[in-house]
């Protein structure tokens, strides 16, 4: 594994865009002991419902607590420790309500504890406001500073979401084989009994199956996580 990936911050929108974007990646990082964190800038839950109902609020917590023990719980199946996992309480599909700057100090700060090699974030045209909103954040957060240890960032795609945004494709140019990484994967996927589903669906196991067989085909390998390089230094 190159240098690059020896400490590795991921930023994510919501709880289960890490392990569907590059749960292959952190399983193998942590293979080979390398220094990972993930943090994640919204809930991820809020938006499903009214939020002007006052009486939902003690059930969308409820929904919210749940989602991020499933966070844990994936992110432990793939080798990774709760101490490494940072949550949000920014309300989900609504990181346009906060100031830009707040979210990139947000970033910037587990930059300056964490000082990673690598940065892995969303897609920049991604369907999904946060996602995009958490892109735009990131960068200002990696531009070239004499502290700055970030020699490579990375864009991942999020099923359900990249692929919806027929006029800005996404178009990967760095791929990693995830042949031995896929099984744990798909059983991180597992935990987030809410959200991924075993049927033919967008987010099925089936669906991230076949999208790493199809970046695998892509790449000479036979299961792959398909990137789009941002920065390399």
């Known amino acids: ?13 919501h709880p289960d865009d890490d392990i569907l974007g590059c749960g292959g990646l952190i399983n193998k990082l942590k293979k080979q002991n390398k220094e990972v964190r993930v943090a994640f800038m919204a809930e991820g839950i809020s938006s499903r419902y009214d939020l002007n109902k006052s009486d939902k609020s003690e059930l969308i917590q409820k929904e919210i607590n749940h989602r991020e023990s499933c966070a844990i719980e994936a992110l432990k199946t793939l080798g990774l420790s709760s101490d490494n996992i940072f949550f949000s309480k920014r309300k989900c599909c ?15 700060l587990h930059i300056e ?36 240890s970030i020699k490579l960032v990375l864009s991942f795609e999020i099923l359900s979401s990249t692929e919806w945004n027929y006029s800005e494709q996404f178009r990967p140019n760095f791929f990693l084989d995830i042949n031995e990484e896929l099984e744990n994967k798909l059983n991180a996927c597992m935990k987030y009994d809410k ?3 075993k049927e033919n669906d967008k987010r099925s196991i089936e669906a991230i199956k076949t999208l790493a067989r199809f970046r695998g085909l892509q790449s000479g390998h036979y299961y792959s996580e398909a990137f789009k390089l941002i920065v390399k230094r």
Request: charged residues 20%; glycine residues 0%; contains cysteine.
């Open 195 to 197: 959200e991924i589903s």
């Open 94 to 108: 609504q990181l346009d309500i906060y100031p830009l700057l707040e979210i990139t100090k947000n970033i910037e």
């Open 113 to 148: 504890d964490f000082s990673p090699t690598c940065l892995i974030t969303h897609f920049e045209q991604d369907t999904n406001i946060d996602h995009r909103l958490t892109y735009q954040a990131s960068l200002p957060a990696i531009r070239p500073t004499k502290s700055i």
């Open 1 to 13: 594994m190159r240098n690059d990936f020896n400490r590795v911050l991921i930023i994510a929108a």
